[in-house]
């Protein structure tokens, strides 16, 4: 494959030519402006076809072949293998590719990024902008269920490609990074069940289709790495102290004015990190990150749009100092693991052990971090929980550990909903469950299905000592302000529990819920409770 140059919108190109495996970015312009890229990455990118579509050599040595085949016949393959191949031109779904290496600045020109993780999402974005330059594949699939239809009537599927974990985009949390940036996406949104982070378990087929590609604003992702004081290559602030281009000799004339000094600026494109604006910075790095571009999936029938990947097993995402209580209430992804997890969170002053003096006087103390007594693990409190004849009462789930570690299994493995534990103080004291109603069982009893970022609810307090309505009160509002920050487009939180559960009922009229009306499920009747965005005011202190 020849090189290739590539604009990018900001005005720079950057030369593409091909190397063992893959290609090398080198960017054109370093010597006359202040550069958003570094001297220049490698790729490896292939494509992956079923092995019969090879010859039957090839099948030999990389396929099991059947002992029942005689000689001189043609070998049976017991099972279909992929096999990967040069990149010769872009297919539908069978691309895939990896930033193999980095050619970064020299240390005496700039000062290392301030984010590897952007500065590596910005080589990938100027190198998924590369490819999807590529002429369009054709779009028709080739399924199990199509392969006797004529080609013309074949269903047409969205032009992807998969970013894989190898080479620098490895790290331990990069591809998640990525993926919360909006520039990656996966079908499976669920936590997963393996505890070993090093596995990978989840982030093994990631991809961006070109739909969503081209709805992201490149402004987000080309950012310029920082000159060094006496770094010969022009800072981009402030507009007046510019150096001229070294091309010709002629120099830029000297803004008289402040309008002229931002009319400068702003000449030289939305990227300028001088020009004010919510993608301006003195970091030298981006400022907003947008929700994702919309794309869609299917489960058991249902139309809905794909989902983030949620937090990981035992990765606290909410944490809140409540003052009338006077102590923090967190809420962290539950964990399969035989080890409990560590609370590393802040925990009020009150507890003594994780105090220490401010000052020279004894009565002032500070928040500390450090580990809690870890006490049992999460399917151990599920047991404990669960068998508790109040709760199982309601919910059910009573019986052997095995049976709530299977409980516990199943939540991390759904891909619209994940397991929660709350804390007080790091102290677990309930389990809840977050979900999309859209894709739920309760979403074919909302109206029109509900829409498309709705939340629901589910939960539990197992410790006797957090009981009480004014702690009610408090996790239920907590629990909606995280679903209100998780995702601005969600407009509605709702709970459905069963009508003679009264008490808990009144606490989410308390709570700001309203009563819509009564469902029918196969076990249980429900009080469909909502509380609207509009109508949510604050979380309860």
Not at 13 to 40: C, E, Q
Not at 140 to 149: D, E, F, N, P
Not at 316 to 333: A, N
Request: proline letters at 9%; a positive charge; charged letters at 20%.
């Amino acid at each position: 494959m020849a090189s290739t140059t590539v604009h990018l919108p900001n005005g720079q190109t950057i030369a593409v030519s091909p190397v063992y495996g893959g290609f090398f970015f080198k960017p054109n312009d370093l010597h006359t402006h202040h550069t958003v890229l570094p001297p220049g990455w490698t790729i490896q990118i292939h494509t992956e076809d079923d092995e019969t579509d090879h010859d039957v050599s090839w099948r030999g040595h990389s396929a099991q072949v059947s002992s029942s085949s005689s000689a001189g016949s043609v070998p049976e393959v017991s099972a279909r293998r992929q096999h990967a191949h040069r990149f010769r031109t872009a297919t539908l779904r069978s691309d895939g590719l990896f930033i193999s290496s980095i050619s970064n600045p020299s240390s005496t020109d700039f000062k290392p990024a301030s984010s590897p993780t952007r500065q590596i999402a910005m080589m990938l974005w100027a190198t998924l902008y590369w490819y999807f330059h590529h002429p369009e594949p054709d779009a028709r699939l080739t399924t199990a269920a199509s392969a006797k239809t004529a080609e013309t009537g074949r269903p047409r599927g969205d032009w992807r490609v998969v970013v894989k974990r190898e080479g620098v985009l490895r790290g331990r949390n990069l591809l998640q990074k990525l993926e919360r940036m909006g520039l990656i996406a996966s079908e499976d949104s669920c936590v997963g069940t393996e505890t070993d982070e090093r596995t990978g378990e989840g982030w093994q087929d990631m991809f961006i289709s070109r739909r969503s590609f081209w709805q992201l604003d490149a402004r987000i992702f080309l950012f310029t790495l920082t000159p060094a004081s006496h770094s010969p290559y022009p800072a981009g602030s402030p507009p007046s102290s510019r150096p001229g281009s070294p091309g010709g000799g002629a120099s830029t004339p000297r803004p008289e004015n402040q309008a002229e000094a931002r009319a400068l600026a702003s000449s030289q494109g939305l990227w300028a990190p001088s020009v004010s604006g919510p993608f301006a910075s003195g970091s030298h790095l981006p400022t907003y990150f947008p929700p994702p571009p919309l794309q869609y999936t299917f489960t058991g029938g249902v139309r809905h749009p794909m989902r983030p990947k949620p937090p990981r097993q035992g990765e606290t995402f909410y944490t809140r100092f409540v003052p009338s209580v006077g102590q923090y209430l967190s809420f962290r992804v539950a964990s399969i693991s035989a080890k409990p997890p560590a609370h590393l969170g802040p925990i009020s002053p009150s507890q003594g052990r994780f105090s220490r003096p401010t000052s020279t006087s004894s009565d002032m103390s500070v928040t500390v971090r450090g580990p809690l007594n870890p006490g049992p693990n999460d399917v151990e409190l599920l047991h404990a929980w669960m068998n508790d004849a109040r709760v199982a009462h309601f919910w059910g789930e009573q019986g052997a550990q095995s049976h709530q570690e299977d409980f516990l299994r199943a939540g991390l493995r759904s891909k619209h909903s994940f397991p929660v534990i709350g804390c007080w103080d790091g102290r677990p004291f309930g389990y809840f469950e977050i979900y999309w109603v859209k894709e739920d069982r309760l979403g074919r009893h909302v109206d029109g299905g509900g829409d498309n970022y709705d939340r629901g609810v589910h939960g539990l307090v197992g410790e006797q000592e957090f009981r009480g309505a004014h702690r009610v009160r408090v996790w239920l509002s907590a629990l909606v302000h995280h679903c209100f920050l998780a995702d601005s487009r969600t407009q509605s939180v709702l709970m459905e529990p069963r009508v003679d559960n009264e008490r808990f009922i009144k606490y989410l009229h308390e709570a700001g819920f309203h009563r819509e009306k009564e469902v029918a499920f196969p076990h249980k009747q429900s009080a469909l409770m909502r509380v609207r965005r509009e109508a949510w005011e604050a979380p309860s202190l």
